[in-house]
T-cell receptor, first 115, second 111 residues
Framework: DAMVIQNPRYQVTQFGKPVTLSCSQT?????MYWYQQKSSQAPKLLFH???????NEADTPDNFQSRRPNTSFCFLDIRSPGLGDAAMYLC??????????????FGPGTRLTVL | RKEVEQDPGPFNVPEGATVAFNCTYS??????FFWYRQDCRKEPKLLMS???SGNEDGRFTAQLNRASQYISLLIRDSKLSDSATYLC????????????FGPGTRLSVLP
């Protein structure tokens, strides 16, 4: 059974047209993350929520915003997608207690194409 | 210097070979360590956590050397299905929220 669900799996948008990606979890984890992954590169953390506390990475562009209305859901908003934003967007969760047993669980990703 | 560095790869090995991956991290305060594997166009999946005393899971052995800030992964008797990118991940947060990914090492196991 899927524990971290992302919708849609594939998203096509036009240059400059806002898009929202969705993530939900059934694990009741405290932490939810959004990563951007481009071809042949490691996932790059955009931001994460620890409960309701939002933590932005210093180099995440302002074009990317996030919302976490409740424990289960987290959204990634791209306000004005550019061609360089085409990538796989991965949502992940973790319990947030630290230690080697506290691992991340990833969703299947949303592949974003910008035309 | 990147926070987490890995062997650049790719590694092309025959079936049955033993292959070792290396990873170094720069933040001595890092708390926990992991190896993930990622298949092409799929999400990363946990392969194993790395414990201070080292740990083994079947054909896979992970080692941690805190003094040298070094992590390794050994795969014995490689299978075709082991072909993937292996990501070293370091968590530098006290509450498990600061996961840093290495660039990954690609492995191709050849028949």
């Amino acid at each position: 059974d899927a524990m971290v669900i992302q919708n849609p799996r594939y998203q096509v948008t036009q240059f400059g047209k806002p898009v929202t990606l969705s993530c939900s979890q059934t694990l009741n984890h405290n932490v939810m993350y959004w990563y951007q992954q481009k071809s042949s590169q490691a996932p790059k953390l955009l931001f994460h929520y620890y409960d309701k506390d939002f933590n932005n990475e210093a180099d995440t562009p302002d074009n990317f915003q996030s919302r976490r209305p409740n424990t289960s859901f987290c959204f990634l908003d791209i306000r004005s997608p550019g061609l360089g934003d085409a990538a796989m967007y991965l949502c992940a969760t973790s319990r947030g207690v630290g230690g080697p047993a506290d691992t991340q669980y990833f969703g299947p990703g949303t592949r974003l194409t910008v035309l | 210097r990147k926070e987490v560095e890995q062997d650049p790869g790719p590694f092309n090995v025959p079936e049955g070979a033993t292959v070792a991956f290396n990873c170094t991290y720069s933040n001595s305060a890092s708390q926990s360590f992991f190896w993930y594997r990622q298949d092409c166009r799929k999400e990363p999946k946990l392969l194993m956590s790395v414990y201070s005393s080292g740990n083994e899971d079947g054909r896979f052995t992970a080692q941690l050397n805190r003094a040298s800030q070094y992590i390794s992964l050994l795969i014995r008797d490689s299978k075709l299905s082991d072909s993937a990118t292996y990501l070293c991940v370091v968590n530098k947060g006290n509450y498990g929220q600061n996961f840093v990914f290495g660039p990954g090492t690609r492995l191709s196991v050849l028949p």
